[in-house]
Structure formats: C-alpha cells, structure tokens
C-alpha cells in the first residue's frame, strides 16, 4: 500500500516510528469493518488528513496533536466499535506511537488540517479567475487542457486512465487516487458469502485546501447514505474566494452525486445501487499526474495489482446463484452493446445473484459516455475471450471461468 502509507508518513524526524506506522496504516487499510455501523474510516480520514505534508519547526508538536486527537475519536467511537478488529488495531496502533514519539496522553488536540496546495500568482493571468482551471490553463498554454477518465464499479471493475479494464478481488481499503489535489478511497466487502468477488461499501474523497480557491473538504459515502453534502455539512469548497469552484449536487436523491471541481478541471460521480458503490472521474491529466513516486498504488493510475486481478480465462458459466444465460438477457436489456461493460455486468449478476449490478455496468457507461475525451474509445473489448461459436452461448461470457474461482472460498 505504498500510495496510501505514503500519504500517512510521519514527520521524518520520526524515522524510526515510519515501519510501525505503515504496518498499522496498512492494516487499518485492508482490514474488512465487520460492524457497518462503526464508523472508525471517519478517524482513519480526520487523521490522514492533519498529518499531510507536516512541515516546519513545530511538526512534532503537530504530529503529538494529530495522536490525541485521533485517540480522542477512536474513544468516542468504543461504543459502536466493540468487536471491529480495524477499530482495536488502530486503538493499540495509537497507543504504540504515542510512546515511540514521547507524546503525552494529554495536551492539545488538532482538527483535520488543510493541507496547501500553492494556486499560480494571480497577477500572472491579470482579472483571470485563477480558480478556473480551464481558464487558466487555456492562458498558460493556448489550449484546452487534456483529460482522463477512470471509474470503478461493480465487482469492482476498474478502468484506468490508460483505457486498461481490470476486474479485482481487492477487500478492504483501497486507493483510488492519491495525488497532490486528490486522495480517493473505496472500501469493498465479499458480495456473497465465501466468495472472493467483492463490492464497493464507503468511499472517502478528501480535496485538499488550495490557496484562495478551497477549503479542505472531506467527502465520505457508505451503502445507504449518499449525502449530498461534504463532511463538515457545506455543499462547496468554503469561505476563500474561489470556494464556488468545488460545488456538489444531487442529480438523483439517494442514487446519483456529482462533484464538481472547477479549480482543477475535475468531476466525480458517486452512485449507490443496490448494495454497492461506484466511482467515476474525468480530470486534467495535469491532476491526474501531479503524483510521486512514493503514490505509487492507485487504481485509476496502475489498475488492481497482479495478485488481485481476476483473470479472464476461456469458458461457459456453471453454477452461480442467477444462470449465465439469465444473466445475459438481465445484462443485454441494459447494454446492448456487449463490450467490457456488459461482460462485466453478466459476471456481477451471476457472482452476485443481484439483478441490480445490471445498473452498475449501466450507469458506470453512462459516466463513461458524459467523462470520457474520446468517444471512440467509449466501448472496451477483450479480443480472443469467452464461449464465442458455441450454440446458445454468448462471447460476453469470457468471464465465466473466473466466476467459479470467484465464488469459492478465500480458504480453498
């Protein structure tokens, strides 16, 4: 977890703490929250949030501030958190850092802090709102800025920036993005039980402060709560002059949230179907590639890593809890097209028995088709795959092989 460890490092005086708090983090990251009801990802996000780029003389102190206070809401959450292991991880983790870095119990506490990402000079462009980024860019360079599409959704399927499909196994917390402007995480638990086929539950979308355009915002989403407000309970980027550039909507209560970012040339889509969550984001390519090489697990940038992908192997789908050929006609209903989307769509159901991922192909093309710079490039396919030429058999079941590795247990 290279990309979100990287992002939680302590100040680097504290050197010797840095193992212990990436092995926590990346336990905090891939641990599955057994209760829904416990809200530790909150802490896990206030936390990584005010211990961004800690600079300065006075960091240790921040460091020591940034420990209390995510002590302070662990205990608030003791309640509702008995039992998750994620929860008790990150209480002993706290507790073992405290006292590698000589901080007291009590003391001083810190909100999440804003990190400061620095905007261009606004005597550069003259009147030039320097909170637009189109606008901006334009001036700069004398031309429209280049975009990048990438989404999750699904089991989940991942399409890149780089137009690469994957579908993952991943389980537990996973990044999205993570890059100077963005830090996107989905959390994914098994859509059945003993299966390795996994969904998304919570997201998390922290925009981080930019000069004059934004406060830091915190976006967080779970199955059944699809808010149309950031954390805090404002529907924009704050009370700096640009804080218009960074707005949210409702496009569909409950189901369909769009964010948009103007002072970075950005917008991101949530949805919420049945019981899963999906992600979709057109930015800059100048965003999407303001990242090191410390950030180096994203799934928008790299897809799923090796171990985590689910192969595509050749085969007819046996089994499953809605037939393959039930599936399809469910898929094709939605997406006539049978391109990656709809193979995506015949695995969920089959995988899932939920006649409701045929949503999640369907509204994950639809993001596609309104965020993707190259219509030509709108529809994926995976050549050589699937049962094509068999009687009754669809080459959109490519992915069935996969299913059966997919539904059987982590153990086996």
Known sequence: MG????????????ADAGGFLFRTLFLLLLCRHVASHCRILRCNSQYVASTFNLRGPNQSVAYCNALRSYSRCTRRM?????????????????????VQNGCSREGPSSPPRPPQVPAPN?????????????KRFAAKHGRPPRYQHCAAFGD???RTFHDEFHTCRVEGSWPLLDNDYLFAQATSYPVAEGSNATAASKLTIIFKGMKECIDQKVYQAEIGHL???????????????GGGSLSIRERLPGQHVEIRAAYIGTTIAVRQVGKQLSFSIRAAEEVARSFTEEQDLQLCVGGCPPSQRLSRSEGCCQGGTI????????????????DLYFQSCVFD????GDANFTWAAHGALEDARAFHPDAKKLHLFQSGAGCAGRA??????????TLVVAVLPSHV
């Open 3 to 14: 990309g979100a460890a990287g992002s939680m490092r302590p100040p680097p005086h504290t």
């Open 78 to 98: 003791a309640r509702t958190c008995r039992g998750d292991l994620a929860y008790h991880s990150a209480v002993h983790g706290i507790e073992d850092l405290m």
């Open 122 to 134: 606004p005597q550069a462009f003259g009147s030039l709102d320097v909170c637009d980024y189109e």
């Open 156 to 158: 989940p399927h991942v």
């Open 227 to 241: 808010p149309a407000a950031f954390a805090d309970g404002s529907v924009n980027g704050g009370e700096r002059p």
């Open 323 to 338: 037939p393959a050929e039930k599936a399809h006609l469910l898929c094709k209903e939605r997406l006539p097209v049978e």
């Open 349 to 352: 159901v089959v995988a899932s």
């Open 392 to 401: 009754g058999r669809s080459s959109s079941l490519f992915l069935c092989t």
